[in-house]
Each structure stands twice: as C-alpha cells, then as structure tokens.
C-alpha cells in the first residue's frame, strides 16, 4: 500500500531558527495536504498542494510540492514559540475519489525562546 | 461555519460498558470521517462516509459500530472495548468533488478504557 515517510520525526530549534520538515510518498500522489496539531489539540488543515513543482506561501511558512508529485517540504523561516506543534504531510494517491489520505509520521516541532 | 463539533470531549468506560461519541458539522460537507489517534502517532483513518453511506472500512473490530443518521452528523457506537482501544478519537469532515478536499477535524473524544 501507499506509504508516505517524513522526517525529521523531532526538531528543536531555538526561537528565529528556521525549520523544514519533508515528505516522500512511495507512489505518485494526486495531491498533498499539510496539517499541523498543537499539543492537547486536534490537526488543523493549512494546505493543498495539487500541481506538480507547486511552490506556496502562507506569511513565513513556505510548501513545495516537487516535480514528479512523490514529495513535498514545508519550511518555516525565523521560527516563533508559536509554531510548536506536530506538522503532518498527508498524501492523496486517489484522484480524489476515495476520499484517503495516507498521514506522514509528523514532524514535531519545539521552540526554544 | 467551519467547525465540526465532537461530544463528549473525555470519555472513561468500562470493558463492558456500551456507549457513543457524536459528531456534527454544518459546512455542508457530504464526506465524514473517524480516525483514532494514539499520542505521538498520526491520525488512523478507521470509517469514511461519503453521502450518508459507509464507503471504507479499515477493517475495524466489530466492537466499533458507525452510524450516519444524516448529512451533518456522525456517531460511533462503543461496546465491549479494549484497553489498548483508549486513544482520541477524531471526527472529519470534507467536501466532495473539486480540487478541494481538506478535511476539518473536530476537537475529537479522549477515550479512556478501563
């Protein structure tokens, strides 16, 4: 089945350190989603990536979808105590029809101020 | 409106007790979904409805029991559970069609089975 792998699993940088976590798929994916959880909370949805070499920016966070639609990036600059959370990648090799999304491992993110 | 609500917010049950969680959401959404989630894992997708009809299922135990009683809510019927079946249980929902399909979670219900 589909398998999605990311890394790094954790990442501690201190606050205005920059940080990138990334996502490889072992098939080719219609489209990537990028969600983060806070700590005690639930995934909150912050992104669609759907076109391949797609490059998107949300303020200080940056997502790439890479060429033969297999991987993607999410990098955050100059990072803030904010940003603490578990950041999943999360596949769709359906075309959209079957409505699955292979969740990454996650990525978890602490800030030191 | 773009929040789907989960009740209860804990849960604490007995091995042989019998009870549900509750979802709602009123996005107009016509995909909703249950994922488990232990701590430090990624959501597991478990149930996906799709127009009110269950259309994956990840071979679950039969002890968990979905039901879509119509377009904005989800249940999930509980009985003779496991401890290690303790875990967050989310609910989401997703349109259908388009380029669109995130998915909005709901705060999710923290089982605990004892």
């Known amino acids: 089945g589909q398998q999605v792998m990311q890394i790094p699993q954790y990442q501690h940088v201190q606050e205005g350190e920059d940080f990138t976590t990334y996502c490889n798929s072992s098939?080719?994916?219609?489209?990537i989603q990028w969600y983060k959880q806070r700590p005690g909370g639930h995934p909150v949805f912050l992104i669609q990536?759907?076109?391949?070499?797609e490059v998107k920016k949300q303020k200080r966070l940056t997502f790439q979808f890479g060429e033969a639609k297999k991987n993607s990036s999410l990098h955050i600059t100059a990072t803030q105590t904010t940003d603490v959370g578990t950041y999943f990648c999360?596949?769709?090799?359906?075309?959209?029809?079957?409505?699955?999304?292979?969740f990454g491992k996650g990525t978890l993110l602490t800030v030191n101020p | 409106d773009t929040e789907v609500t989960q009740t209860p917010k804990h849960l604490v049950m007995g091995m042989t007790n019998k009870k549900s969680l509750k979802c709602e959401q009123h996005?107009?959404?016509?995909?909703m979904y249950w994922y488990k989630q232990k701590a430090k894992k990624p959501p597991e997708l478990m149930f996906v409805?799709?127009?009110?009809?269950?259309?994956i299922n990840e071979s679950v135990p039969s002890r968990f029991s979905p039901e879509c009683p119509n377009s904005s809510l989800l249940n999930l019927h509980l009985h003779a559970l496991q401890p290690e079946d303790s875990a967050l249980y989310l609910c989401?929902?997703?349109?259908?069609?388009?380029?669109?399909?995130?998915?909005?979670f709901g705060p999710g219900t923290r089982l605990t089975v004892t």
């Open positions: 990536l759907v076109k391949s070499g």
């Open positions: 989401a929902s997703s349109k259908i069609g388009g380029t669109s399909n995130e998915q909005y």
């Open positions: 999360a596949g769709d090799n359906s075309g959209g029809s079957n409505y699955k999304l292979t």
């Open positions: 409805y799709s127009y009110e009809k269950l259309s």
């Open positions: 098939t080719t994916l219609s489209n």
């Open positions: 996005m107009g959404h016509r995909a």
